[in-house]
């Protein structure tokens, strides 16, 4: 799965998941432009792939403002040449049931995660349309694909994400360009260290494996997609939560 000369955009790749895609497709030989909300964040995962011999870029970009979003691309151009991978990773949380959320909680939440993802695969389009060649996958989640008490916002961002990944890959496979998008379930996140031994289990007690999922067992799944060997899959949605939502 060698991704030599290739050039690869990763938004969100401060920590987490994002950091593990970052980090991956630099191992498989890819440039890889690294976005986070502050550039301390970008550069530490750019620092990393550096000093494992790759090449990286870090770039401070808010992906739910247009004009942020088109500097990115052009920046990225203009230090590696093209853009031939874009990973939407990059999403926030603003959970509270329903009748408790505010507007801008929605908004907020939508803003980043869905038009963030359309901010970004608008501006790869027309690189990777023009290229005659392109890989794009959009980091969803489980609970877009099954819904979750308190999340409606998050949930309805990240079931954007897949409709907006249906979409696209029928506009640009005539162009070589291939969207898919990944559903990582509970995985093994910052987020999730915080919680307490009861939820843990609880959360395992709904995954037929019985654990949760891991950063590396998401890059591994994006990495395929963005490879040769996913050369003829697109508008797919590779479910990676442990057999949790089938």
């Given at each position: 799965?060698?991704?030599?000369?290739?050039?690869?955009?990763?938004t969100?790749?401060?920590?987490?998941?994002?950091?593990?895609?970052?980090?991956?497709?630099?191992?498989?030989?890819?440039?890889?432009?690294?976005?986070?909300?502050?550039?301390?964040?970008?550069?530490?995962?750019?620092?990393?792939?550096?000093?494992a011999?790759?090449?990286?870029?870090?770039?401070k970009?808010?992906?739910?403002?247009?004009?942020?979003?088109?500097?990115?691309?052009?920046e990225?151009?203009?230090?590696?040449?093209?853009?031939?991978?874009l990973?939407?990773?990059?999403?926030i949380?603003?959970?509270?049931?329903?009748l408790?959320?505010?507007?801008?909680?929605?908004?907020?939440?939508?803003?980043v995660?869905?038009?963030?993802?359309?901010?970004?695969?608008?501006?790869?389009?027309?690189?990777?349309?023009?290229?005659?060649?392109?890989r794009?996958?959009?980091?969803?989640?489980?609970?877009?694909?099954?819904?979750?008490?308190?999340?409606?916002?998050?949930?309805?961002?990240?079931?954007?994400?897949?409709?907006?990944?249906?979409?696209?890959a029928?506009?640009?496979?005539?162009?070589?360009?291939t969207?898919?998008?990944?559903?990582?379930?509970?995985?093994?996140?910052?987020?999730?260290?915080?919680?307490?031994?009861?939820?843990?289990?609880s959360?395992?007690?709904?995954?037929?494996?019985?654990?949760?999922?891991?950063?590396?067992?998401?890059?591994?799944?994006?990495?395929?997609?963005?490879?040769?060997?996913?050369?003829?899959?697109?508008?797919?949605?590779?479910?990676?939560?442990?057999?949790?939502?089938?």
């Amino acid at each position: 799965m060698s991704l030599n000369g290739q050039v690869a955009i990763v938004t969100g790749a401060s920590r987490g998941i994002g950091r593990a895609i970052a980090l991956k497709l630099a191992l498989q030989g890819a440039a890889v432009v690294v976005t986070a909300t502050t550039k301390e964040g970008a550069a530490r995962t750019a620092d990393e792939i550096a000093a494992a011999g790759g090449r990286a870029l870090a770039v401070k970009v808010d992906v739910s403002v247009v004009s942020e979003v088109e500097a990115l691309f052009k920046e990225a151009v203009a230090a590696f040449g093209k853009v031939d991978i874009l990973v939407n990773n990059a999403g926030i949380t603003k959970d509270g049931l329903l009748l408790r959320m505010k507007e801008e909680d929605w908004d907020a939440v939508l803003d980043v995660n869905l038009k963030g993802s359309f901010n970004c695969t608008r501006e790869a389009a027309k690189i990777m349309s023009k290229a005659r060649y392109g890989r794009i996958v959009n980091v969803s989640s489980v609970v877009g694909e099954m819904g979750n008490p308190g999340q409606a916002n998050y949930c309805a961002s990240k079931a954007g994400m897949i409709g907006l990944t249906k979409s696209v890959a029928r506009e640009l496979a005539r162009r070589n360009v291939t969207v898919n998008a990944v559903t990582p379930g509970f995985i093994e996140t910052d987020m999730t260290s915080e919680l307490s031994e009861k939820t843990r289990e609880s959360l395992q007690e709904q995954i037929p494996m019985g654990r949760l999922g891991s950063a590396d067992d998401i890059s591994g799944a994006v990495l395929f997609l963005v490879s040769d060997a996913a050369a003829y899959i697109t508008g797919h949605v590779l479910s990676v939560n442990g057999g949790m939502y089938m």
